[in-house]
């Protein structure tokens, strides 16, 4: 099962690392991955995909990437790497660390979309990936370049499925983890990877954007390679959940595609896919990228209402919803960006709508975790104020696994999660989807009388 094939080195394939600021090209970045001379973030660019000589050949590679998904090589079989012509190439093949990443399905959501009002909506589950987030298909690419330049440590400032996904990379590729969360602040299910994957877990007293002024100070005086997703190479990665969705969809795009908001890491990459594969002719027209943030942390939402993304407005962040509890994102520039260029909006969601929508993902039979469910809550509101067309076909993208999250879960379900905050109206409208468990005598009367209670409650 060794691959001895080393990916053949082409001409279009070569890669810049560009400031997206003021342009300048950089042959290396620095260690927290900012211009030294205007100090914005660098993103890769492949300068001869402008050109009409050595441009990737769209037809060509749609043949070969399907050929590729019965191949039995260690790179065709990731999600990430059998699309290795629209990446930076890593080295001779042999360095990269690949756990199969990438290969997440689409689903239909019936359910959903009936409550939404719309006709066609699916979900690309990029939470069954292998650490069960999105993060493991920018994480193959960019752990495998610090694995390449000859790093012995990884570190990341995380909510928690960053340092999932590093830990579990480094881990493959026979590096040290270091890993910075706030402290009380991520879900059990994500620290416990990150433990079980070996890294050195630091829970700081402060929030994520606090986590994150420490750890640019670190690498600055360490040689330790920074992961998070200023690091241009996960975004690459991150790239190929829109060309496997487009696969998937016969080249056809979507209208809509609705991403949550945090760090803007994943927003920014899932455009520029979108934006290349234009360019490139893989498909013929953009859908709108839509982003989705929870009320309590919205400075994507005020930076475009207040002043049309011209200069971040920062918060001071508090949602339920972990993952995306950001007040300050890194990556708000590129995201801008893309809203501007694909037509897409921004909208925030309440706790209650977060929480209702993902027991609603929940009840379609697939779930995922709280941050997800802001795309689902996010649509209701797109579709009420007509942004979204009841005929137009919708993909939201589900970034994290139901279970990275039992707890938020269990209390949704059990009523504990609004308790005390919410009024008479949330209730109501909660307790339609609230499945606590029933706990019972150990006899078959009881059984068979919840039976009956509750197909005569299901059937009204
Ligand atoms: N959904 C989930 C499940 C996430 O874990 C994150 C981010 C997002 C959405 C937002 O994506 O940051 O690219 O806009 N989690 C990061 C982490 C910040 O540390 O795990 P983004």
Same mark, same amino acid.
């Given at each position: 099962?060794?691959?001895?094939?080393?990916?053949?080195?082409?001409?279009?394939?070569?890669?810049?690392?560009?400031?997206?600021?003021?342009?300048?090209?950089?042959?290396?970045?620095?260690?927290?991955?900012?211009?030294?001379?205007?100090?914005?973030?660098?993103?890769?660019?492949?300068?001869?995909?402008?050109?009409?000589?050595?441009?990737?050949?769209?037809?060509?590679?749609?043949?070969?990437?399907?050929?590729?998904?019965?191949?039995?090589?260690?790179?065709?079989?990731?999600?990430?790497?059998?699309?290795?012509?629209?990446?930076?190439?890593?080295?001779?093949?042999?360095?990269?660390?690949?756990?199969?990443?990438?290969?997440?399905? /689409?689903?239909?959501?019936?359910?959903?979309?009936?409550?939404?009002?719309?006709?066609?909506?699916?979900?690309?589950?990029?939470?069954?990936?292998?650490?069960?987030?999105?993060?493991?298909?920018?994480?193959?690419?960019?752990?495998?370049?610090?694995?390449?330049?000859?790093?012995?440590?990884?570190?990341?400032?995380?909510?928690?499925?960053?340092?999932?996904?590093?830990?579990?990379?480094?881990?493959?590729?026979?590096?040290?983890?270091?890993?910075?969360?706030?402290?009380?602040?991520?879900?059990?299910?994500?620290?416990?990877?990150?433990?079980?994957?070996?890294? /050195?877990?630091?829970?700081?007293?402060?929030?994520?954007?606090?986590?994150?002024?420490?750890?640019?100070?670190?690498?600055?005086?360490?040689?330790?390679?920074?992961?998070?997703?200023?690091?241009?190479?996960?975004?690459?990665?991150?790239?190929?959940?829109?060309?496997?969705?487009?696969?998937?969809?016969?080249?056809?795009?979507?209208?809509?595609?609705?991403?949550?908001?945090?760090?803007?890491?994943?927003?920014?990459?899932?455009?520029?896919?979108?934006?290349?594969?234009?360019?490139?002719?893989?498909?013929?027209?953009?859908?709108?990228?839509?982003?989705?943030?929870?009320?309590?942390?919205?400075?994507?939402?005020?930076?475009?209402?207040?002043?049309?993304?011209?200069?971040?407005?920062?918060?001071?962040?508090?949602?339920?919803?972990?993952?995306?509890?950001?007040?300050?994102?890194?990556?708000?520039?590129?995201?801008?960006?893309?809203?501007?260029?694909?037509?897409?909006?921004?909208?925030?969601?309440?706790?209650?709508?977060?929480?209702?929508?993902?027991?609603?993902?929940?009840?379609?039979?697939?779930?995922?975790?709280?941050?997800?469910?802001?795309?689902?809550?996010?649509?209701?509101?797109?579709?009420?104020?007509?942004?979204?067309?009841?005929?137009?076909? /919708?993909?939201?993208?589900?970034?994290?696994?139901?279970?990275?999250?039992?707890?938020?879960?269990?209390?949704?379900?059990?009523?504990?999660?609004?308790?005390?905050?919410?009024?008479?109206?949330?209730?109501?409208?909660?307790?339609?989807?609230?499945?606590?468990?029933?706990?019972?005598?150990?006899?078959?009367?009881?059984?068979?009388?919840?039976?009956?209670?509750?197909?005569?409650?299901?059937?009204?």
């Amino acid at each position: 099962m060794t691959d001895h094939t080393p990916p053949r080195f082409n001409p279009e394939h070569a890669s810049q690392l560009q400031c997206i600021g003021c342009g300048r090209l950089h042959k290396k970045a620095e260690q927290n991955f900012r211009c030294q001379d205007c100090g914005d973030l660098l993103e890769i660019v492949y300068p001869n995909w402008d050109g009409s000589g050595a441009r990737p050949d769209a037809a060509a590679l749609k043949a070969v990437w399907l050929q590729r998904r019965t191949s039995g090589l260690r790179l065709d079989q990731s999600g990430v790497w059998r699309f290795r012509e629209m990446l930076p190439i890593v080295g001779d093949g042999q360095q990269v660390i690949t756990l199969r990443e990438g290969n997440t399905p /689409v689903y239909e959501m019936p359910g959903c979309a009936s409550i939404a009002g719309l006709q066609q909506l699916y979900a690309k589950h990029q939470g069954m990936n292998p650490t069960g987030s999105f993060k493991d298909t920018g994480m193959t690419v960019a752990a495998s370049v610090a694995r390449r330049e000859g790093f012995r440590w990884v570190a990341c400032a995380s909510t928690g499925n960053t340092s999932a996904s590093m830990a579990a990379y480094g881990a493959r590729g026979g590096m040290r983890s270091l890993v910075l969360i706030p402290e009380g602040k991520v879900s059990w299910g994500k620290l416990s990877q990150a433990l079980d994957y070996g890294a /050195v877990t630091c829970q700081l007293k402060t929030d994520f954007d606090g986590c994150m002024r420490v750890l640019n100070e670190v690498v600055q005086r360490m040689p330790v390679y920074l992961l998070n997703s200023v690091n241009p190479y996960r975004l690459e990665g991150q790239k190929t959940a829109a060309i496997e969705l487009m696969e998937q969809f016969d080249w056809q795009p979507p209208d809509h595609v609705i991403v949550p908001g945090g760090n803007l890491g994943n927003s920014s990459a899932l455009g520029k896919a979108f934006i290349e594969m234009k360019k490139l002719g893989f498909i013929s027209a953009l859908p709108k990228i839509s982003i989705i943030q929870a009320a309590g942390a919205n400075p994507l939402v005020q930076t475009m209402r207040e002043n049309g993304g011209k200069q971040l407005i920062s918060v001071k962040a508090e949602t339920a919803a972990s993952a995306i509890r950001i007040g300050s994102p890194a990556s708000w520039k590129k995201a801008v960006r893309v809203l501007q260029v694909t037509g897409g909006t921004v909208e925030q969601v309440s706790e209650v709508e977060i929480a209702l929508a993902k027991a609603e993902i929940g009840a379609d039979g697939i779930g995922c975790e709280p941050a997800s469910a802001v795309t689902l809550a996010g649509v209701k509101k797109l579709v009420r104020q007509g942004f979204v067309k009841s005929g137009e076909s /919708v993909v939201l993208i589900l970034t994290g696994h139901l279970l990275k999250d039992p707890e938020f879960t269990l209390k949704f379900h059990r009523g504990d999660l609004f308790s005390r905050s919410e009024g008479e109206k949330e209730a109501v409208i909660l307790a339609a989807q609230q499945r606590a468990p029933i706990v019972l005598d150990a006899t078959v009367d009881a059984v068979i009388r919840t039976l009956n209670e509750a197909d005569d409650r299901l059937e009204t």
